[in-house]
Nanobody, 121 residues
Framework: QVQLVESGGGLVQPGGSLRLSCAAS????????TAWYRQAPGKQRELVAT???????NYADSVKGRFTGSRDSAKNTVYLQMNSLKPEHTAVYYC???????????????WGQGTQVTVSS
């Protein structure tokens, strides 16, 4: 079994920062890429950032220059550093991972349960 667990969410004032973590555990052979999504109340889930196996990152235009993704391959963990947060960043943040559990198994996408980020004064 594979589990993705996000952490680091919470309540923060506008202009503040948070660092989200997403740790993958279980039988993992190789993680190809990971991604961060978010879903605000009443809105569809949207892609925030992607992090490749080599550490390359891509971001949604709305978070460029504000959010930074990174990964620690040794820990099977990815991070999302969020700075200068605004109320419109309030959402449940999810991570997913495109991975395989064995050399002879196909890649699947696994999701975490999400972590709430609330930006409010």
């Amino acid at each position: 079994q594979v589990q993705l667990v996000e952490s680091g969410g919470g309540l923060v004032q506008p202009g503040g920062s948070l660092r989200l973590s997403c740790a993958a555990s279980g039988t993992i052979f190789r993680i190809n890429a990971t991604a961060w999504y978010r879903q605000a109340p009443g809105k569809q889930r949207e892609l925030v950032a992607t992090i490749t196996s080599g550490g390359s990152t891509n971001y949604a235009d709305s978070v460029k220059g504000r959010f930074t993704g990174s990964r620690d391959s040794a820990k099977n963990t990815v991070y999302l550093q969020m700075n200068s947060l605004k109320p419109e960043h309030t959402a449940v943040y999810y991570c997913n991972a495109h991975l395989r559990t064995s050399w002879d198994r196909p890649y699947y996408v696994y999701w975490g349960q999400g972590t709430q980020v609330t930006v409010s004064s």
